[in-house]
Nanobody, 120 residues
Framework: QVQLVESGGGLVQAGGSLRLSCAASGFIFSINAMGWYRQAPGKQRELVAAVISSGSTNYADSVKGRFTISRDNAKNTVYLQMNSLKPEDTAVYYC??????????????WGQGTQVTVSS
């Protein structure tokens, strides 16, 4: 079994910053892609940013230049540094990880979600 535990959400004024963390634990051989998704009320869940094990990243156009994703492979942890936050960034943010178990099978796992609220 694998658990993803997120932290770092909260309430911030527009223009402010937050840093999200997500730590994976359990029966993990390795982790391929790790990413952050978000879901605002009444909207579909969308990819915010992702990083693969080599460090290559991709971002949603709406966050390019403002958000930075990074990972610490030794700690099985992914981070999302969010700067210049806007009210439209308000959403529940979910961590995702493609975990490879000791039988070399890959499964996707999700965190419980953390609320980010940006006030205008």
């Amino acid at each position: 079994q694998v658990q993803l535990v997120e932290s770092g959400g909260g309430l911030v004024q527009a223009g402010g910053s937050l840093r999200l963390s997500c730590a994976a634990s359990g029966f993990i051989f390795s982790i391929n892609a790790m990413g952050w998704y978000r879901q605002a009320p009444g909207k579909q869940r969308e990819l915010v940013a992702a990083v693969i094990s080599s460090g290559s990243t991709n971002y949603a156009d709406s966050v390019k230049g403002r958000f930075t994703i990074s990972r610490d492979n030794a700690k099985n942890t992914v981070y999302l540094q969010m700067n210049s936050l806007k009210p439209e960034d308000t959403a529940v943010y979910y961590c995702n990880a493609d975990v490879v178990d000791f039988r070399r099978r890959e499964y996707p796992y999700w965190g419980q979600g953390t609320q980010v609220t940006v006030s205008s």
